[in-house]
């Protein structure tokens, strides 16, 4: 069975900063997609962005970009310039064709003004 | 975001009463799935549909059970409410399935006495 692992419980970061939230997968799968998904106060899932495993270049949006290394299986986010609504509970998750959707535990990331 | 709404937002039950939870989503997904989050779980699939008619369990699906009769709607229902179902409830919905990006509701606090 899949497994995602987030190892972060909790990150902070100054506003303005850059900060990396980490995620590891294991698969035996070769063609996947992974996300990364923020969950605010509000309780709401909102999908932040999204890699698919056959693409060698990285996914950004915006300020936030990921650094996908397949062979290590791993897929970190980095979020440029922080602001204070960034702060959210984020989750990593893994899907494939023969799989349904599995997520991390979760970072809980905290900006400071 | 897709649109979709879940009833209610938050519902206190006792032990051993039938509950309901309701997802209504516009956006004509054929996808539909509901998953509950806990403290040091992340998210868990409970059940989900790949369309009318048609529904599968997921990895937590012991107490619960759904119906899907027409595109729009997925209820969850718990038939005898447990303390143990005391937990954040989300539908989620896709237009196509396997890697297509879920995207989710509000969210439903339940809490089971």
């Known amino acids: 069975a899949q497994t995602v692992t987030q190892s972060q419980p909790e990150m902070s970061v100054q506003e303005a900063e850059t900060v990396t939230l980490s995620c590891t997968y294991d698969?035996?799968?070769?063609?996947?997609?992974l996300f990364w998904y923020k969950q605010p106060p509000s309780r709401q899932m909102i999908l932040v962005i999204r890699?698919?495993?056959?693409?060698?270049q990285n996914a950004t949006e915006n300020r936030f970009s990921v650094n996908f290394q397949k062979a290590a299986k791993s897929f970190s986010l980095k979020i440029s310039d922080s602001q204070l609504g960034d702060a959210a509970m984020y989750f990593c998750a893994y899907r494939s064709s023969g799989s349904r959707l599995t997520f991390g535990e979760g970072t809980q990331l905290t900006v400071n003004p | 975001d897709a649109g979709i709404t879940q009833s209610p937002r938050h519902k206190v039950t006792e032990t051993g009463t039938p509950v309901t939870l309701r997802c209504h989503q516009t956006?004509?997904?054929?996808?539909m799935y509901w998953y509950r989050q806990d403290p040091g779980h992340g998210l868990r699939l409970i059940h989900y549909s790949y369309g009318v008619q048609d529904t599968n369990k997921g990895e937590v699906s012991d107490g619960y059970s759904v119906s899907r009769s027409n595109t729009e709607d997925l209820p969850l229902t718990l038939e005898s409410a447990a303390s143990s179902q005391t937990s954040v409830y989300f539908c989620?919905?896709?237009?196509?399935?396997?890697?297509?990006?879920?995207?989710f509701g509000p969210g439903t606090r339940l809490t089971v006495l």
């Open positions: 956006e004509n997904h054929r996808y």
């Open positions: 989620a919905s896709s237009v196509a399935g396997a890697t297509d990006t879920q995207y």
């Open positions: 698969t035996s799968e070769s063609d996947y997609y």
């Open positions: 890699q698919e495993a056959y693409k060698q």
